[in-house]
T-cell receptor, first 112, second 112 residues
Framework: AAGVIQSPRHLIKEKRETATLKCYPI?????VYWYQQGPGQDPQFLIS???????DKGSIPDRFSAQQFSDYHSELNMSSLELGDSALYFC???????????FGAGSRLTVL | GDSVTQMEGPVTLSEEAFLTINCTYT??????LFWYVQYPGEGLQLLLK?????DKGSNKGFEATYRKETTSFHLEKGSVQVSDSAVYFC???????????FGKGTMLLVSP
């Protein structure tokens, strides 16, 4: 069965650089979520989208932005990267209103 | 706000031992409750869920019962295996919102 695809799986950036993470949801899933998991921490909700519109917002820094495209894939853009942005970034998808999220394998960002 | 509290780990057990990981929650609405598992280097996988009081979720020998009176959703397994070694996250979502709120996670280490 198709799963949530995230790319890249690993990314290394320098401070103050920019990074973009991509997420391809399960077919027919119209809602996408982004979570950030720091080392040894629980996943923290960043932002979600339904039908290309932001549906909920969590603890996403102002330096980050995200969008969902017409094919339902989503991109998380991170600018002015800081050391503290080093984390595992998960994307999840669901059908709208469903309370079961399917997570991708994550993108590990390392900021040096 | 909504929150989830889990017992701190690591929980260290021998193979075939009985497992309990405690989870309690605070929610303003009527939450659905979940257990997710994260194996080393991998993403989050849904282990089981329960959507209303007294529901029991079960999967792969794991069970958890939604106890509204004690606001708890403890995870149990009668006989753990080495392959169960992972981090377990308790989570909730409130009806009408799919966004998950996670606990801090509990690491389980099972030795042969």
């Amino acid at each position: 069965a198709a799963g949530v695809i995230q790319s890249p799986r690993h990314l290394i950036k320098e401070k103050r650089e920019t990074a973009t993470l991509k997420c391809y949801p399960i077919p027919r899933h119209d809602t996408v979520y982004w979570y950030q998991q720091g080392p040894g921490q629980d996943p923290q909700f960043l932002i979600s989208f339904y039908e290309k519109m932001q549906s909920d917002k969590g603890s996403i820094p102002d330096r980050f932005s995200a969008q969902q495209f017409s094919d339902y894939h989503s991109e998380l853009n991170m600018s002015s990267l800081e050391l503290g942005d080093s984390a595992l970034y998960f994307c999840a998808s669901s059908e709208f209103g469903a309370n079961v999220l399917t997570f991708g394998a994550g993108s590990r960002l390392t900021v040096l | 706000g909504d929150s989830v509290t889990q017992m701190e780990g690591p929980v260290t057990l021998s193979e075939e031992a009985f497992l309990t990981i405690n989870c309690t929650y605070t929610a303003t609405g009527y939450p659905s409750l979940f257990w997710y598992v994260q194996y080393p280097g991998e993403g989050l996988q849904l282990l089981l869920k329960a959507t209303k009081a007294d529901d029991k979720g079960s999967n792969k020998g794991f069970e958890a019962t939604y106890r509204k009176e004690t606001t708890s959703f403890h995870l149990e397994k009668g006989s753990v295996q080495v392959s169960d070694s992972a981090v377990y996250f308790c989570a909730l979502s409130v009806v009408g919102y799919s966004t998950l709120t996670f606990g801090k996670g509990t690491m389980l280490l099972v030795s042969p």
